[in-house]
């Protein structure tokens, strides 16, 4: 008997919820979901400790196009989505973020898209210091993401934004009868000349 059930689309409600996210809370208030594509990488095990989630930026520090390393000048291979060319890539690792608690997801969530640069130029938010990722420390870095997931959740959002992440991978699989969504490539480094500079 054919089942009637359509595969669970983890990238259109992860971005529902990260456009929900965005569009209330003031620390995010700066980003355009439209200009981050949202995807996930499979992970090799079933193991819970790794890593959850990535953003990966498609800019260099202060958004800019180009960089100089080793006497050499690079860019990034751009991605365009929807017609439109993509600042970030969202990255969730499944089955492994999914199989988190709940109240991890959220923080992950959080986690990832305040790394977003203010300016929402490519680049990522950095800190001053040595650790310009995660400030000084990264517990109270998601000790803040927690307060913030805390102050969405009293917001009353539609709890169907973010009812999937109370399931776990092989909850949300087995009730919709599978889980999909989009996949994106690491974008590359290119270089922009052959010759060192002198």
Not at 72 to 82: A, E, K
Not at 93 to 111: A, G, V
Request: charged share 25%.
């Amino acid at each position: 008997m054919a089942t009637s059930l359509r595969p669970f689309d983890f990238t259109a409600a992860m971005s529902r919820l990260c456009d929900d996210i965005t569009g209330r809370l003031d620390d995010f208030l700066h980003i355009d979901m439209s200009r981050v594509a949202v995807g996930f990488a499979q992970t090799r095990s079933r193991a819970l400790h790794g890593l959850q989630a990535k953003l990966t930026p498609m800019r260099f520090e202060g958004g800019t196009l180009t960089t100089q390393r080793s006497g050499r000048t690079w860019t990034v291979q751009r991605l365009y989505h929807s017609e439109r060319e993509m600042l970030y890539i969202l990255t969730f690792y499944l089955p492994r973020f999914l199989d988190q608690s709940f109240r991890e997801k959220m923080i992950t969530i959080l986690h990832e898209l305040y790394h977003i640069s203010p300016r929402f130029d490519g680049d990522i938010r950095r800190f001053e210091g040595r650790y310009h990722v995660h400030s000084h420390s990264q517990q109270e870095y998601d000790a803040q993401m927690e307060r913030l997931a805390t102050q969405y959740l009293e917001m009353r959002p539609d709890p169907s934004l973010y009812s999937f992440l109370r399931h776990n991978f092989q909850a949300l699989s087995k009730l919709h009868g599978g889980v999909l969504g989009l996949q994106f490539p690491i974008p590359k480094l290119l270089p922009l000349d052959n010759a060192k500079s002198a």
